[in-house]
T-cell receptor
Framework: AQSVTQPDIHITVSEGASLELRCNYS??????LFWYVQSPGQGLQLLLK??????LVQGIKGFEAEFKRSQSSFNLRKPSVHWSDAAEYFC????????????FGRGTSLIVHP | DAGITQSPRYKITETGRQVTLMCHQT?????MFWYRQDLGHGLRLIYY???????DKGEVPDGYVVSRSKTENFPLTLESATRSQTSVYFC???????????FGNGTRLTVT
């Protein structure tokens, strides 16, 4: 069965600092990969997705993520964090092996200090 | 407006009462999902549906019932609410397994 691990429950950064949120997945082939963001009181919103091709993908709000097959990772990055980026971030793998059910990581809570 | 809407946004009910959470999407997506979100547990799948009249249990289905008579609607019913069902509930839909999920804004349910 596929799985998604986000090893950091909380991450604290200062405004203007760079950010990297980690995501590791377990799946034999190349999965469909997603990052979502959840602002307080809201549902999850898609930040970016990877299906194939260029391993560095650009998303909304200045985020990017890099797929590394050798490390089974899909880490999310942003060069300069804004206070409004404080939110919960979820990594997910799309349905595989005939299943349409995605697998989500537990989420990483980003705290931004002024 | 196209989208996915959940109602109500907030609900307080008493233990033992039946309550239904509504979910409506305007894209005619085939696949729909119900999740609950609790601190320390992330998102847990309650029920899912591949099409009208096709539903299946997820990770935590006990105490919940779903129906899907129309493609656009996927209501979730708590037959006899318990305090452990106090949570935030999210409905989501997608076109296929390759596409991202679209989430509603959630229903915050409190069972007293």
């Amino acid at each position: 069965a596929q799985s998604v691990t986000q090893p950091d429950i909380h991450i604290t950064v200062s405004e203007g600092a760079s950010l990297e949120l980690r995501c590791n997945y377990s799946y034999g082939a190349t999965p469909y990969l997603f990052w979502y963001v959840q602002s307080p009181g809201q549902g999850l919103q898609l930040l970016l997705k990877y299906f194939s091709g260029d391993t560095l993908v650009q998303g909304i709000k200045g985020f990017e993520a890099e797929f590394k097959r050798s490390q089974s990772s899909f880490n999310l990055r942003k060069p300069s964090v804004h206070w409004s980026d404080a939110a919960e971030y979820f990594c997910a793998v799309g349905g595989t092996g005939g299943s349409y059910i995605p697998t989500f990581g537990r989420g990483t809570s980003l705290i931004v200090h002024p | 407006d196209a989208g996915i809407t959940q109602s109500p946004r907030y609900k307080i009910t008493e233990t033992g009462r039946q309550v239904t959470l509504m979910c409506h999407q305007t894209w005619s997506h085939s696949y729909m999902f119900w999740y609950r979100q609790d601190l320390g547990h992330g998102l847990r799948l309650i029920y899912y549906s591949a099409a009208a009249d096709i539903t299946d249990k997820g990770e935590v289905p006990d105490g919940y019932v779903v129906s899907r008579s129309k493609t656009e609607n996927f209501p979730l019913t708590l037959e006899s609410a318990t305090r452990s069902q106090t949570s935030v509930y999210f409905c989501a839909s997608t076109r296929d397994s390759y596409s991202p999920l679209h989430f509603g804004n959630g229903t915050r349910l409190t069972v007293t």
